[in-house]
Antibody
Framework: QVRLQESGPGLVKPSETLSVTCSVS?????????WSWVRQAPGRRLEWIGE???????NYNPSLESRLTISLDKSRNQFSLSLVSVTAADTAVYHC?????????????WGRGTLVTVSS | EVVMTQSPATLSVSPGERATLSCRAS??????LAWYQQKPGQAPRLLIY???RRATGIPARFSGSGSGTEFTLTITTLQSADFAVYYC??????????FGQGTKLDMK
């Protein structure tokens, strides 16, 4: 079972770009097919952000799609998200997830998450 | 977007007893539903998928049922490790996958 560890900036200013990286250890990123991001803003429910396949195919939450890019770096065993033009509403704990292992749509193995705060 | 609603928001149960958590979908999602457990400071853990299938390594005291719009997670013989927040998630109609707001299972 792979382990996932998120790393992020901690604090981002409004209107800037939020970038979070997930490092996969205990196995190759190519051992899974789909890799996802989920976030949880304070006091709110979990929100699925999007996912990327090993081939580079992506699926995004329509509410974020215009601002979002998810990418994969097989050589570094990492995948990343980039969210532009952030506001305070993007303040959240960002989790990376190994997805679609048990079944299409399941979010099987999660990282603990990294808190990103959007504030000036 | 499919809206998932969980009830109750908080459930207080004594160790050794049974807990029953509910999840309702705003439209039919067949059995494309998963349940997750999250403890403070920890990563969420997949418990149940396909509404009733236990994920690898999940104890038999966790069981799921339901189809369509009404789903239940039952935990029998509660242990101290089971007190956590539980979320349901649909993956029938996406993007996006959507979650319920969570049920906090408290020790009575």
């Amino acid at each position: 079972q792979v382990r996932l560890q998120e790393s992020g900036p901690g604090l981002v200013k409004p209107s800037e770009t939020l970038s979070v990286t997930c490092s996969v250890s205990g196995g190759s990123i190519t051992s899974g097919f789909w890799w996802s991001w989920v976030r949880q803003a304070p006091g709110r429910r979990l929100e699925w952000i999007g996912e990327i396949h090993l081939t580079g195919t992506t699926n995004y939450n329509p509410s974020l799609e215009s601002r979002l890019t998810i990418s994969l770096d097989k050589s570094r065993n990492q995948f990343s998200l980039s969210l532009v033009s952030v506001t305070a509403a993007d303040t959240a704990v960002y989790h990376c997830v190994s997805a679609r292992v048990a079944a299409a749509g399941t979010l099987d193995f999660w990282g603990r998450g990294t808190l990103v705060t959007v504030s000036s | 977007e499919v809206v998932m609603t969980q009830s109750p928001a908080t459930l207080s149960v004594s160790p050794g007893e049974r807990a029953t958590l509910s999840c309702r979908a705003s439209q039919s999602i067949s059995t494309n539903l998963a349940w997750y457990q999250q403890k403070p400071g920890q990563a969420p853990r997949l418990l149940i998928y396909g509404a009733s299938r236990r994920a690898t390594g999940i104890p038999a005291r966790f069981s799921g049922s339901g189809s369509g719009t009404e789903f239940t997670l039952t935990i029998t013989t509660l242990q101290s490790a089971d007190f956590a927040v539980y979320y349901c998630q649909q993956y029938n109609d996406w993007p996006p996958y959507t979650f319920g707001q969570g049920t906090k299972l408290d020790m009575k």
